[in-house]
């Protein structure tokens, strides 16, 4: 498994600058789809909690968008495609019910 830093620097267009520090997470992760998914969640989480109509939640949501697309990107490049984005809807359906 790729580290999450290296699969994001790899990317294609690349990350903007701006968006690239709300992407940053501690100890540079293995990059799965369920850890991905699990990043994006986090991040909505993050956004909704701070209740505040400002930048820091925009970026919160644009890492959100970013990590749940980066989700469905890998599991787009595993051998059971709708087994892995059917994870990524659980896991969403999950968090907030």
Known sequence: MTALGDWLA???PAVPNGLKEWLAVDGDPALSVADLADL???ALDRAEVSQRLDRHAAFQLLAADAFLTYACEAAVDEPEVASRLHLILDRCAAAWR
Do not use: L
């Open 10 to 12: 790899a990317c294609r």
């Open 40 to 42: 994006g969640i986090a």
